[in-house]
């Protein structure tokens, strides 16, 4: 298929891309000593190379939404918008319907989240990687709403298995806090792992309870791409 061909190329770029920072991250005679330093020692400038990127804190969340970074404030406008809609399709009867009425909206906003990187965004790794989720969930957008003609999208069983699993989804409060980072590239990098675990643990419901072939290839397909891009995002905030 066209889209996964596509898909495995965006995932070769990737690696490049990863291989490219470990490189960069074994020349330590290159690279400032990152300090240890816990939450209290965070200052809020837009890219303090002394401290570890995983460890900034999150002293941002304390500011009204009205004095949010503009990045922040992008990011909460589109936040609620998808999350009834996520966990009304997970109670549909049908197990693959229940994965593709899901996983649109769930891309939808990594889409949405990428558009914000490439708007306040500066770190030439996050960028082409915001633009690679960009171009490969847009096309799995397309073939799921191609799939779901015809299908019924409207029984309901919040009982079924694969409903109870996605329930257990807990993505979204790490998400809202990530957001809150003043550095939009580690706003970006903090939220979006989240957003890619959510999507993984989905693609594994899918894996154990639907039975569509296309819907399986594609949960697969999602598995393949993300926990990569999972790894690129960890070890760039290790930097």
């Known amino acids: 298929m066209k889209m996964f061909k596509n898909r495995a190329v965006q995932l070769s770029a990737l690696a490049l891309i990863l291989a490219t920072l470990t490189a960069c991250g074994n020349a330590k005679n290159d690279i400032p000593t990152h300090s240890n330093a816990g939450d209290s020692n965070y200052t809020q400038s837009t890219h303090d190379t002394t401290n570890n990127r995983a460890n900034m804190n999150h002293s941002a969340m304390a500011m009204d939404t009205q004095?949010?970074?503009?990045?922040?404030?992008a990011y909460l406008a589109m936040m609620n918008k998808m999350g009834d809609e996520m966990s009304k399709a997970g109670n549909l009867a049908d197990a693959d319907t229940a994965f593709a009425k899901g996983m649109i909206p769930h891309h939808i906003?990594?889409?949405?989240?990428?558009?914000?990187?490439?708007?306040?965004?500066?770190?030439?790794?996050?960028?082409?990687?915001?633009?690679?989720?960009?171009?490969?969930?847009?096309a799995e957008i397309d073939l799921m709403n191609g799939w779901l003609n015809g299908k019924d999208t409207t029984t309901q069983n919040a009982n079924a298995p694969h409903a109870k699993a996605y329930a257990l989804d807990n993505s979204h409060s790490e998400m809202m806090t990530a957001i809150y980072e003043t550095d939009p590239d580690?706003?970006?990098?903090?939220?979006?792992?989240?957003?890619?675990?959510?999507?993984?643990?989905?693609?594994?419901v899918q894996?154990?309870?639907?039975?569509?072939?296309?819907?399986?290839?594609?949960?697969?397909?999602?598995?393949?791409?993300?926990?990569?891009?999972?790894?690129?995002?960890?070890?760039?905030?290790?930097?």
Do not use: C, S
């Open 207 to 239: 894996l154990e309870y639907g039975k569509d072939k296309a819907m399986q290839d594609l949960a697969k397909q999602i598995i393949n791409a993300q926990e990569p891009e999972i790894k690129l995002m960890e070890d760039w905030l290790k930097q």
């Open 186 to 204: 580690v706003a970006f990098a903090k939220a979006m792992i989240p957003h890619h675990k959510g999507a993984v643990n989905m693609a594994k």
């Open 109 to 138: 906003r990594a889409v949405e989240m990428a558009k914000v990187q490439l708007e306040y965004g500066k770190d030439e790794t996050m960028r082409k990687l915001a633009q690679a989720i960009i171009d490969g969930q847009q």
């Open 67 to 73: 004095n949010a970074p503009p990045h922040t404030q």
